[in-house]
């Protein structure tokens, strides 16, 4: 019987973004992926919030009827994983991040925000925002990237994941960090994988942040080898 495996995608993504790595794994796990409250094609009035992506993820479950379940979250998936079985643990088994950023303060959050203006992305790559509506059409991804943005205050003005929170998640939990990302810090995935009572930091070389360019060999390699 093979084990259950959810995929979480990250900030301004969908699970589209996931498609490649679910077809290589399904051979492998009962493989579930969601898009979170609005994203995708999920229509949402609520603000974001990790607590409303946990929900979503703990919902899937329960739709779903599975019993116990590993999670693979990218990025902003591998927060929502872990505040997931914080506040649900029976339902988690192992949970693997990917460039999950956990270092937030009001500087940071300013920063990261100052990447997320819909009208400059229009003007300087028209690609993107091209690709974004068509990622989270019917949602007006404008309305999705401020909502983001606020979300990244929200997290900066301290409103996460604590230091005891991380001491209170008993679940294997393995950091993945790519050695080309730059936006997360090697730092501050070891600090959070030191503070979790299972946790493991994992170095995944010359790998970068954006999920496009991630080398999709590396990232089944990581996820297998984590829970094989």
């Given at each position: 019987?093979?084990?259950?495996?959810?995929?979480?995608?990250?900030?301004?993504?969908?699970?589209?973004?996931?498609?490649?790595?679910?077809?290589?794994?399904?051979?492998?796990?009962?493989?579930?992926?969601?898009?979170?409250?609005?994203?995708?094609?999920?229509i949402?009035?609520?603000?974001?919030?990790?607590?409303?992506?946990?929900?979503?993820?703990?919902?899937?479950?329960?739709?779903?009827?599975?019993?116990?379940?590993?999670?693979?979250?990218?990025?902003?998936?591998?927060?929502?994983?872990?505040?997931?079985?914080?506040?649900?643990?029976?339902?988690?088994?192992?949970?693997?991040?990917?460039?999950?950023?956990?270092?937030w303060?009001?500087?940071?959050?300013?920063?990261?925000?100052?990447?997320?203006?819909?009208?400059?992305?229009?003007?300087?790559?028209?690609?993107?925002?091209?690709?974004?509506?068509?990622?989270h059409?019917?949602?007006?991804?404008?309305?999705?990237?401020?909502?983001?943005?606020?979300?990244?205050?929200?997290?900066?003005?301290?409103?996460?994941?604590?230091?005891?929170?991380?001491?209170?998640?008993?679940?294997?939990?393995?950091?993945?960090?790519?050695?080309?990302?730059?936006?997360?810090?090697?730092?501050?995935?070891?600090?959070?994988?030191?503070?979790?009572?299972?946790?493991?930091?994992c170095?995944?070389?010359?790998?970068?942040?954006?999920?496009?360019?991630?080398?999709?060999?590396?990232?089944?390699?990581?996820?297998?080898?984590?829970?094989?």
């Amino acid at each position: 019987m093979k084990p259950n495996l959810i995929l979480l995608h990250g900030a301004l993504g969908s699970k589209r973004h996931l498609q490649a790595l679910k077809a290589e794994l399904s051979n492998l796990f009962n493989v579930y992926d969601l898009d979170f409250a609005g994203h995708g094609d999920q229509i949402s009035e609520s603000e974001f919030s990790m607590e409303l992506f946990a929900q979503n993820l703990i919902d899937l479950i329960a739709e779903q009827g599975i019993d116990k379940t590993h999670v693979f979250g990218y990025s902003m998936g591998g927060y929502v994983g872990i505040t997931a079985a914080l506040k649900s643990p029976a339902l988690f088994d192992k949970i693997i991040t990917y460039g999950t950023k956990f270092n937030w303060s009001p500087q940071i959050a300013e920063q990261e925000v100052k990447m997320l203006k819909p009208a400059k992305i229009e003007e300087k790559v028209p690609k993107f925002a091209k690709r974004l509506n068509e990622l989270h059409a019917p949602n007006d991804w404008k309305v999705m990237m401020q909502k983001t943005a606020d979300l990244m205050i929200s997290l900066g003005a301290g409103n996460g994941l604590k230091e005891e929170d991380f001491k209170c998640v008993n679940q294997q939990i393995i950091i993945g960090w790519g050695s080309a990302d730059k936006m997360v810090t090697e730092a501050e995935s070891k600090n959070v994988a030191d503070l979790l009572p299972n946790g493991e930091f994992c170095s995944i070389n010359e790998q970068p942040h954006p999920i496009e360019m991630i080398n999709l060999n590396a990232l089944i390699n990581y996820i297998k080898s984590a829970l094989l």
